[in-house]
């Protein structure tokens, strides 16, 4: 199943994956307001042999299946203080 990738104007790291190319009918119109405008990056075929590098393909099948949609949050960062009390209190 081929499935469409975008990424998010307004959150670094954001991804949304849905079914076919401009179709938003079942993301949330929070979520589409908090995403921003939509960025087309490439089609993908979650049932192919390459993997999706931060997801399970088949998570993401299974969730655009039963919800119309996946969303990618991008990573979690560590803050600031707690790299310097790494670096300096180690």
Same mark, same amino acid.
């Given at each position: 199943?081929?499935?469409? &990738?975008?990424?998010? +104007? $307004?959150?670094?790291?954001?991804?949304?994956?849905?079914?076919? $190319?401009?179709? !938003?009918?079942?993301?949330?119109?929070? /979520? $589409?307001? %908090? !995403?921003?405008?939509? &960025?087309?990056?490439?089609?993908?075929?979650?049932?192919?042999?390459? *993997?999706?590098?931060?997801?399970?393909?088949?998570?993401?099948?299974?969730? %655009? #299946?039963? *919800?119309?949609?996946?969303? #990618?949050?991008?990573?979690?960062?560590? +803050?600031?203080?707690?790299?310097?009390?790494? #670096?300096? /209190? +180690?």
């Amino acid at each position: 199943m081929l499935c469409a &990738i975008y990424k998010s +104007s $307004r959150k670094e790291g954001m991804y949304l994956y849905v079914e076919k $190319r401009d179709q !938003f009918e079942a993301v949330p119109d929070t /979520l $589409r307001q %908090i !995403f921003g405008q939509p &960025i087309f990056v490439m089609l993908f075929n979650l049932k192919g042999k390459k *993997q999706l590098v931060q997801a399970s393909n088949q998570d993401v099948l299974a969730h %655009i #299946q039963q *919800q119309g949609f996946y969303l #990618q949050m991008p990573p979690l960062q560590e +803050s600031l203080l707690a790299q310097h009390k790494k #670096q300096y /209190l +180690s």
